[in-house]
């Protein structure tokens, strides 16, 4: 019986990692570090095994010189590999490198497109304003979203100045 095939047959757990940091890197670029006390790998066919992060994961992404572009965590998440989609719930927050903040419920990383979305309820607090919504759709990064379905006040630059 071929060895990989007697690992893959029963469609359980083929991998379980503790504490575990993964560099993830395209042509020698490193683009992104992840972080999680727990993963575990299941293969469910041929195109269907996916990552389980049960304990949760803190992601790190970098730019071309290597700094901190973003950072999302969250306390569950499970990897799709097969769809490139990484999905991310329960107490999810990204945090871009100006400081703002990004927190839902449920959050979908696509990884080949760069792009999060979110169709829930979503929080964003930048320097001046806290913005709340129902859905959000923004890059990787995130230095640029829109909000879908606004609730609340924003605040715009012109506004201060007519109040002065």
């Not at 990692?17 to 992840?34: A, I």
């Not at 994961?57 to 097969?82: G, M, P, R, W």
Request: proline residues 1%; charged residues 35%; hydrophobic residues 35%.
């Amino acid at each position: 019986m071929d060895e990989v095939a007697m690992y893959t047959e029963d469609d359980g757990a083929i991998e379980i990692s503790k504490n575990v940091e993964l560099l993830y890197s395209d042509s020698g670029q490193v683009q992104f570090m992840l972080e999680s006390p727990l993963l575990e790998r299941y293969v469910t066919g041929k195109d269907s095994s996916y990552t389980e992060f049960k304990e949760g994961l803190h992601v790190e992404f970098y730019d071309s010189q290597k700094e901190i572009e973003s950072e999302l965590t969250c306390n569950y998440a499970i990897d799709l590999a097969y769809q490139n989609k990484v999905i991310a719930k329960d107490d999810v927050l990204v945090v871009n490198r100006y400081g703002e903040e990004l927190r839902t419920e449920h959050l979908w990383w696509l990884r080949n497109s760069e792009m999060i979305y979110s169709d829930k309820f979503v929080k964003i607090k930048t320097k001046d304003e806290t913005i709340y919504g129902d859905g959000l759709e923004a890059n990787q990064d995130f230095t640029k979203y829109k909000i879908l379905n606004i609730k609340g006040i924003i605040k715009h630059k012109q506004d201060q100045d007519e109040d002065l």
